[in-house]
């Protein structure tokens, strides 16, 4: 029924056994992500934009994270999302049931967070995902979901593009580098809603398991909970991304290309008691059917030999679902 459900039920005195996966909300360590001002990339002074690309090269660099302020997603829109996301999380089990628990590559597929590496493990969250480019697909409930979903996944996707811009301009490439080695132009986007309702026990489950993320490049957005934590110089740092920012990491896809050059760092969601916490992520990447390995340009072969495997997109997304990796990154499986 979900976890929305159960914590609904009234009926939760205690957590079922097959939740526990006890979570660090301890020892953290306080610092910034850096910020990137998409402003001042997109439409700054040649000193200005050469100012961004440079912090954004350095973030890539030493956090594989980065949050974008002044960006061009409106904030209308964003609030539109997070609203039609509310709605769907509220239909009845029946409606949802249409979407439930199919198979991985279904265009749309809900239900409840699952850990199959850790002894079966539930995770303390609700979620909704959906393939929505080179094909666009949306549940048909609530109505309004298909035309806010559109209009918000093509805006994300024209910030995606303007970032990598940005990244491959780091790389010491042309701005469209990435753009063309990875046929962004008919690359797979997912987006992903979470829905992490508060629980009684924060410390005795986890929203989601440490991980790294497929693909080239995620843009995440959330209410106004926190929740999300990153894995930095082997501590747990929480982020507090300022509203209606975005929170930006390279994936997998990234580190591959670049040779480890732009790791794809690891990440996790801890729960509270009190609030319900809710994200959307659109994740960027090449189409499924492209191998991807380290790039020609961003491979020496005297210093720096090729040190990942070529893969299918599709076969990647596979391993790594089959492999719930025990708060590791799947790119361990493709290490050479
Ligand atoms: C993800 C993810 C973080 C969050 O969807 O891969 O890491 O805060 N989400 O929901
Ligand atoms: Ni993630």
């Given at each position: 029924m979900g976890i929305k459900g159960l914590v609904e039920?009234?009926?939760?005195?205690?957590?079922?056994?097959?939740?526990v996966f006890p979570s660090n909300l301890n020892d953290l360590e306080v610092e910034e992500v850096p910020t990137v001002d998409f402003s001042q990339l997109t439409a700054g002074t040649p000193d200005e934009r050469s100012k961004a690309i440079q912090v954004i090269g350095k973030a890539c660099r030493e956090w594989g994270f980065f949050m974008v302020i002044?960006?061009?997603?409106p904030r209308r829109l964003m609030d539109e999302m997070l609203n039609v996301g509310e709605r769907f999380f509220d239909l009845t089990e029946e409606e949802k049931q249409d979407h439930?628990?199919?198979?991985?590559?279904?265009?749309i597929r809900c239900g409840t967070g699952f850990n199959n590496?850790?002894?079966?493990v539930f995770l303390w969250r609700d979620y909704l995902k959906v393939h929505v480019h080179p094909r666009f697909h949306a549940p048909h409930?609530?109505?309004?979901f298909r035309e806010t979903s559109e209009e918000y996944c093509k805006k994300a996707r024209d910030v995606a593009e303007e970032l990598l811009k940005g990244i491959s301009k780091s790389l010491?490439?042309?701005?469209n580098y990435i753009h063309n080695k990875m046929d962004i132009e008919s690359g797979s986007q997912l987006l992903v809603m979470n829905l992490y309702p508060p629980c009684p026990?924060?410390?005795?489950?986890?929203?989601?398991p440490p991980h790294s993320d497929h693909g080239i490049l995620t843009l995440l957005m959330q209410n106004d909970v926190c929740g999300l934590q990153i894995l930095h110089n082997g501590k747990w740092v929480p982020v507090n991304p300022p509203p209606y920012s975005f929170l930006v990491n390279t994936g997998d896809h990234m580190e591959i290309l670049t040779n480890g050059r732009y790791e794809s760092v690891v990440h996790q969601v801890v729960v509270n008691s009190n609030a319900t916490r809710m994200t959307i992520a659109t994740g960027h990447g090449p189409p499924l059917g492209a191998i991807i390995s380290p790039a020609a340009e961003l491979?020496?072969?005297?210093?720096?030999?090729?040190?990942y495997q070529g893969m299918k997109y599709r076969d990647y997304i596979e391993l790594q679902q089959t492999n719930q990796l025990e708060g590791k990154s799947c790119l361990d499986r493709v290490r050479i």
């Open positions: 039920s009234g009926y939760l005195n205690s957590i079922p056994p097959e939740f002044n960006h061009s997603m439930a628990g199919k198979e991985l590559f279904d265009p590496g850790l002894g079966n409930k609530p109505a309004d010491g490439q042309e701005e026990r924060p410390e005795l489950v986890m929203g989601m491979v020496d072969s005297e210093n720096h030999p090729p040190k």
